[in-house]
């Protein structure tokens, strides 16, 4: 039976809002794998180099690590929502700009710009859903950015694969624009983050949103401890970097680093360039080839919200990087035996499987509570953009990483194996430095270190 507290949240209001908030997830999504599928045509009509064809996959994720900076001051002063709107609109423009491209550079640009909204969102979508969760469900609420961002996958392969017969790689990106449209219009009837609110002198608007998700009893005491840990601390950035906050920001920027650098992200990047180089199939056939990994990671999503309200943050990190390094090691055994090249796909279920059930919302997840309210953004700024400059890199010598294998043993298998210590390295990490925050209020996390 459900305490009497717990039974006064509104979730089917706070699950509403944070759907809509998780624009960036259903976004970067959405991108991440329009691009794997366009690149196959783009490679073609602008006759690109194994770098150059990196740089255009790798554009928007050097874009993304410039955005979080620009976010540092748009999310604290403007507010979490506004933040959210104009990434929306800076990724109308990317869209467009990008079905319009003329050459290499001028997509590269616009990816680039995607890359910058990509970097906005992202950083302020699990701060404002942290920030408006109920404790107890704040795990679940937070994942809603991750299942957005997998709906976002999806409907991507649909959207690239109908228009992969004519190779029509512009349509893929312009039919971007419908969504972006639709998640702007949802912004506008969300409230703001109520301890944004409360942090900038606007109590009553605070206590009214808090109302609305906890009902009267509940909200007046939440309002109370934000109030009463409002000047704890002060806001500038020297707060980051002294005693038990600089210890929280170095272990989160490692755990998200590992985030970016596992190997299954580029296993979602390329998965139809994988496909295609291992002689699965080429063109539509790739893309549909890839469409069982993005429909699984989907199941997995859904799978994931009552796995982390049941379990332990650290448990759930640590078994998925585990089953992740097993699936790369499979994906060695596999490109090195003459097996049929379709079993690929078992390995790069698995891996990209343990990474959506695990890994994925988790790192945001955890990344979003560890901080106080008045450096949260600071903390995630930083956070997001040292994590978008480390997939930045990876995505970039990705194709080279692969043709230097290919050239010096005969195969890509053993990059596997590299990606496989990367994840054992990560269970381990994980095990050793980070905190368990599950159950805990935001404010209870700050006062426990």
């Given at each position: 039976?459900?305490k009497?507290?717990?039974?006064?949240?509104?979730?089917?209001?706070?699950?509403?809002?944070a759907?809509?908030a998780?624009?960036?997830g259903?976004?970067?999504?959405f991108?991440?794998?329009?691009?794997?599928?366009?690149?196959?045509f783009i490679?073609t009509a602008?006759?690109?180099?194994?770098?150059?064809?990196?740089f255009?996959?790798?554009?928007?994720?050097?874009?993304?690590v410039s955005?979080?900076?620009?976010?540092l001051?748009?999310?604290d002063?403007?507010?979490?929502?506004k933040?959210?709107?104009?990434?929306?609109v800076?990724?109308?423009?990317?869209?467009?700009?990008?079905?319009f491209?003329?050459?290499?550079?001028?997509?590269c640009?616009?990816?680039?710009?995607?890359?910058?909204a990509?970097?906005l969102?992202?950083?302020?979508?699990?701060?404002?859903?942290?920030?408006l969760a109920?404790?107890e469900?704040?795990?679940?609420?937070?994942?809603?950015n991750?299942?957005?961002?997998?709906?976002?996958?999806?409907i991507?392969?649909?959207?690239s694969y109908?228009?992969?017969?004519d190779?029509?790689?512009?349509?893929?990106f312009?039919?971007?624009a419908?969504?972006?449209?639709?998640?702007l219009?949802?912004?506008?009837?969300i409230?703001?983050s109520?301890?944004?609110?409360?942090?900038?002198?606007?109590?009553?608007?605070?206590?009214k949103v808090?109302t609305?998700?906890l009902?009267?009893?509940?909200?007046?005491?939440?309002?109370?401890?934000?109030?009463?840990?409002?000047d704890?601390?002060?806001s500038t950035?020297?707060?980051?970097?002294q005693?038990g906050?600089?210890?929280i920001?170095i272990?989160a920027?490692?755990?998200m680093?590992f985030?970016q650098?596992?190997?299954?992200?580029m296993?979602?990047?390329?998965a139809?360039?994988?496909?295609?180089d291992?002689?699965?199939?080429?063109?539509?056939g790739?893309?549909?080839?890839?469409?069982?990994?993005?429909v699984f990671?989907?199941?997995?999503?859904?799978?994931?919200?009552p796995?982390?309200q049941?379990y332990?943050?650290?448990?759930?990190?640590?078994?998925a990087?585990?089953f992740?390094?097993?699936?790369?090691?499979l994906?060695?055994g596999v490109?090195n035996?003459?097996v049929?090249?379709l079993?690929?796909?078992i390995?790069?279920l698995?891996?990209?499987?343990?990474?959506?059930?695990?890994?994925?919302?988790?790192?945001w997840i955890?990344t979003?509570e560890?901080?106080?309210?008045?450096?949260?953004?600071?903390a995630?700024?930083?956070?997001c953009a040292?994590?978008?400059?480390?997939?930045?890199?990876i995505a970039?010598?990705?194709?080279?990483?692969?043709?230097?294998?290919?050239?010096?043993f005969g195969?890509?298998a053993?990059?596997y194996?590299?990606?496989?210590t990367v994840?054992?390295t990560?269970?381990?990490?994980t095990?050793?430095?980070?905190?368990?925050?599950k159950h805990?209020?935001?404010?209870?996390?700050?006062q426990s270190?």
């Open positions: 039976m459900k009497r507290s717990e039974e006064k949240v509104n979730l089917k209001y706070v699950y509403g809002i759907l809509i998780s624009v960036g259903f976004l970067y999504g991108d991440v794998v329009i691009i794997s599928g366009a690149i196959l490679d602008f006759e690109l180099t194994t770098t150059m064809k990196g255009v996959v790798s554009s928007a994720i050097l874009g993304a955005g979080p900076i620009i976010g001051r748009f999310a002063k403007l507010g979490r929502r933040t959210m709107m104009w990434a929306a800076l990724f109308m423009f990317s869209a467009l700009g990008s079905a491209a003329l050459g290499f550079w001028d997509l640009f616009w990816r680039f710009l995607g890359g910058v990509t970097g969102a992202m950083m302020t979508s699990p701060i404002y859903i942290a920030e109920p404790h469900y704040r795990g679940a609420l937070v994942n809603i991750q299942l957005s961002n997998v709906i976002g996958i999806n991507a392969v649909i959207v109908g228009f992969s017969f190779g029509d790689w512009r349509w893929m312009g039919a971007e419908f969504p972006i449209l639709l998640l219009i949802g912004l506008f009837f409230p703001e109520p301890r944004w609110l409360a942090l900038n002198g606007k109590g009553q608007e605070a206590l808090l609305s998700v009902g009267p009893d509940r909200a007046g005491n939440e309002y109370k401890d934000i109030i009463e840990s409002k704890q601390y002060n950035f020297t707060e980051l970097f005693g906050t600089r210890r920001l272990i920027i490692i755990l680093i985030s650098i596992n190997g299954v992200n296993m979602l990047l390329y139809p360039s994988i496909l295609s291992l002689g699965i199939s080429i063109g539509s790739a893309i549909l080839g890839s469409l069982p990994i993005y990671i989907l199941i997995c999503t859904i799978v994931a919200f796995l982390i049941k332990n943050r650290k448990s759930l990190i640590m078994t990087t585990s992740m390094a097993l699936g790369h090691l994906m060695f490109i035996s003459e049929d090249p079993y690929t796909l390995p790069m698995i891996g990209t499987g343990a990474f959506t059930l695990g890994f994925a919302p988790l790192g955890i979003s560890l901080f106080h309210n008045k450096v949260r953004a600071k995630l700024g930083i956070i040292i994590l978008y400059l480390a997939s930045f890199l970039q010598f990705f194709p080279a990483m692969n043709e230097w294998f290919e050239l010096r195969s890509t053993g990059l194996l590299v990606f496989m994840c054992i990560c269970a381990l990490f095990w050793k430095f980070i905190p368990e925050t805990l209020r935001l404010e209870e996390v700050d270190y």
